[in-house]
């Protein structure tokens, strides 16, 4: 069975930082990619950040370039999400989510639990 498990959330003033963990449970063949994504209240589910593999390539979304850093390691199956200057904007919960291999022949979306995060003075 594939979890993925996240932590990091928490509550932090504007202007803050936070960094999220996620790491792959279970026996995989591959990862395609490792993501974040948020959800706030009365939104639709957004793409934050996302790292292809193999080669790392990154993609962010506008709203985020610049204070947001994606760093994946395909070695330990895990992806980080460091944000700085945190806005109440911010405030959502954020998804892990990978794209992967479980066999050579299956290949599918896993999500994380999601983990809130909190920006406010």
Not at 51 to 73: H, L, M, Q
Request: charged share 15%.
């Amino acid at each position: 069975q594939v979890q993925l498990v996240e932590s990091g959330g928490g509550l932090v003033q504007p202007g803050g930082s936070l960094t999220l963990s996620c790491a792959v449970n279970g026996s995989i063949f591959s990862i395609n990619h490792m993501a974040w994504y948020r959800q706030a209240p009365g939104k639709q589910r957004e793409l934050v950040a996302m790292s292809r593999n193999p080669g790392s390539e990154t993609k962010y979304a506008d709203s985020v370039k610049g204070r947001f850093t994606i760093s994946a390691d395909y070695t330990k199956n895990t992806v980080s999400l460091e944000m700085n200057n945190l806005t109440p904007e911010d405030t959502a919960v954020y998804y892990c989510n990978s794209n992967l291999w479980k066999t050579f022949s299956h290949r599918a979306d896993y999500w994380g639990e999601g983990t809130q995060v909190t920006v406010s003075s």
